[in-house]
């Protein structure tokens, strides 16, 4: 299967200051079609997770335009550009590059100072 | 709009069965791959397994295989999960989340239902 890491696995950040979350995986998520299946998911709390980004940078519908991801390979990033309150809660990176055992991250907790 | 409605709180005992539900609207059921994640209490993600209900294609996580079984009715838009005999260690939440398909972004995970807490004690 293929590992995925988060850093920080922890991240406090003031209101309006920006954040990053790193996300490495332990092979290339390039799928054999060309493309690499990397997923961001937000969990606030007591909430299902809910997609944000997908295939690296593209935003889901109704994701506020301050998430953005960037990446390629084994190496990604989430970053938010402006933290609100209701960013509050644990990210996850996700690969969908092999089928059927698709993984996640560790998770990222993000916490306002 | 697509939902994925499961079915509610279990409280059950070591060794006993259980089938919890998960009921897809808004889009062709059998069309699209619905998976089983669990989240044991503050813990993260795992992946369990994943269904075709158009034809009851079940793949499984390796530590989750012979552990449970997962399937689905066709005719209801619904997808299961089940245990044949709990342990305490199945304490989670469970969640079923479908995989969809954008032109844009290749296959994804999309719609995640709300989730189902089991509790297993004796």
């Known amino acids: 299967d293929i590992v995925m890491t988060q850093t920080p696995l922890s991240s406090p950040v003031t209101l309006g200051q920006p954040a990053s979350i790193s996300c490495r995986s332990s092979?290339?998520?390039?799928?054999?079609?060309?493309?690499?299946?990397l997923s961001w998911l937000q969990q606030r709390p007591g909430q299902p997770p809910r997609l944000l980004i997908y295939?690296?940078?593209n935003r889901f519908s109704g994701v506020p335009d301050r998430f953005s991801g960037s990446g390629a390979g084994t190496d990604f990033t989430l970053k938010i550009s402006r933290v609100e309150a209701e960013d509050v809660g644990v990210y996850y990176c996700m690969q969908t590059t092999q089928f059927p055992q698709y993984t996640f991250g560790q998770g990222t907790k993000l916490e306002i100072k | 709009e697509v939902q994925l409605v499961q079915s509610g709180a279990e409280v059950k005992k070591p060794g006993e069965s259980l089938k919890i539900s998960c009921k897809g609207s808004g889009y062709s059921f059998t069309s699209y791959w619905i998976a089983w994640v669990r989240q044991m209490p503050g813990k993260g993600l795992e992946w369990m397994g994943i269904i075709y209900p158009g034809d009851s294609d079940a793949r499984y996580s390796p530590s989750f295989q012979g552990q449970v079984t997962i399937s689905a009715d066709k005719s209801t838009s619904t997808a299961y999960l089940q245990w044949s005999s709990l342990k305490a260690s199945d304490t989670a939440m469970y969640y079923c989340?479908?995989?969809?398909?954008?032109?844009?972004?290749?296959?994804?995970?999309?719609?995640w239902g709300q989730g189902t807490p089991v509790t297993v004690s004796s």
């Open positions: 989340a479908r995989r969809g398909y954008y032109d844009s972004g290749g296959y994804v995970i999309d719609y």
């Open positions: 295939k690296i940078s």
């Open positions: 092979q290339s998520l390039v799928h054999s079609d060309g493309n690499t299946y």
